[in-house]
């Protein structure tokens, strides 16, 4: 899905934001594992918060990542309960705008959620399909400008990272709803990786709906997962002790600068001080430790870190040659995928760093100006039950990640998602164990600032 954000065009967006908007990040993980950045997308409401002004007022927004009200079990904003919001949405037509580049995806929204919106709720699902979720924004965005705040066209979107920052910066959202949802109580809200869409706070502006993750790729027929390294300093000493059997895309690849953050993390001994607004100084400190460590593992990657693959793509192909001995993965099946269709051998397993890897999460949002919110808060409650969580998350579906938590299920529902993590094959990370060792992703000037010094320091020209 979605590197997962993408740069956003159209001028009345920039216009009206007064910013140069630039990409958040490389190639998209697989689709089938999350929404491709472009086709992330916004949501709104009259109770939305003013927009930042100033760059101070921007860090003050960065630094309370659980604020926004609308605490689970309390009532969505407009509506006098629960009950309410079933009531209203009896009749309406739900216009949810999302990325339409998957068939698997699309006939998993319409005869998944849109037979249940109708069959239960009497809502009927009118997906749109969009090449880039800038175009759903921008509808919103035009909307407002004409003075439409009620009465929008558009009442869902697919979204994540920059455009969701930028559409809540531009007072397109309905806020304060996310956490009321009864299904919500399944989010662990109180995780960063959850509570900050790529170092950015949801605010209850958005819910989750589905999740990806870093994870290491090897044959388990030449390794033992316990031979591997589980951690960026075991890493080191295995690459010297392997020469040329390790490598990783070159940024700005989307798994490349992943790779590079984890490493960050781990070299200033705590992920959780990048987390809110850029920090400079903090980069200034860090960062010269992030390069040494990059250019004392170049000798011994691949090719002698002469030149780097360019994508996860190669990666694994490097890995299915066996000229590399491990790759990456972000799909909850690891390697299953690249399996199944004959890319990687039967044996590839995946596996995680002690310290955590990264994961992110997309969401749903509701513009300010909806026609029918109610039906989308009907939506995004129902694609939060366990049970089509679990469908979802089959491989033979979709395949992608949860965005609940199953510690947080009643064991006697469990079943059917235990059964489903089964059936991603023996490759896959339990999840569980995913969700334990998961950590939140950071604001889009660190991954520039990244992208810019590898490029100078480390790429041979």
Known sequence: MLSNSSKLKG??????????????????????????????????????????????????????????????????????????????????????????????????????????????????????????????????????????????????????????????????????????????????????????????PVDNFESPWGSAQYTFLYDSAKFKESNLPHSYAELKTWVHAHPGRFTYAAPPAFYGTRFIKQALFELSGDNKQWLGAFNQALYDKWSPQLFSYLKDLAPDLWRKGETYPKDVTDLDQLLANGEIDISAAMEPSGPGSLIKTGALPATTRAYIFTNGTIGDFHYLAIPYNSSSKAAALLMANLELQPDLQAAKLDPATWGDG????????????????????????????????????????????????????????????
């Open 402 to 461: 949860m965005s609940i938590d199953p510690g947080r299920i009643a064991e006697a529902d469990r079943a059917k998602i235990t059964e489903t993590y089964k059936s991603l094959g023996p490759g896959a990370v339990p999840g569980d164990v995913l969700a334990a060792h998961k950590l939140s992703d950071i604001v889009a000037q660190y991954q520039t600032q990244i992208e810019k010094d590898w490029d100078t320091q480390i790429r041979k020209k």
């Open 11 to 200: 001028l009345a967006l920039v216009t009206m934001l007064g910013l140069t908007l630039t990409a958040c990040g490389g190639e998209s993980p697989t689709a089938t594992s999350i929404a491709p950045t472009s086709t992330t997308a916004a949501a709104a409401t009259n109770t939305t918060a003013a927009a930042p002004t100033d760059t101070a007022a921007a860090a003050t927004m960065m630094t309370s990542p659980t604020s926004g009200g609308g605490a689970t079990g309390s009532t969505p904003p407009g509506f006098a309960s629960w009950d309410d919001v079933v009531k209203q949405a009896s009749g309406q037509t739900l216009n949810w705008y999302m990325w339409g580049g998957s068939e698997a995806i699309n006939s998993f929204v319409d005869g998944t959620y849109g037979k249940m919106l109708k069959d239960k709720y009497n809502v009927t699902l009118k997906r749109v399909p969009l090449k880039d979720t800038v175009e759903a924004v921008n509808k919103v965005l035009g909307e407002k400008q004409a003075g439409k705040d009620t009465g929008g066209s558009v009442d869902m979107i697919w979204i994540n990272g920059e455009n969701f920052k930028t559409a809540r910066q531009a007072n397109l959202l309905y806020g304060g709803w996310a956490q009321t949802l009864p299904n919500s109580k399944y989010v662990p809200w109180d995780n960063p990786a959850v509570s900050l869409d790529f170092g950015f």
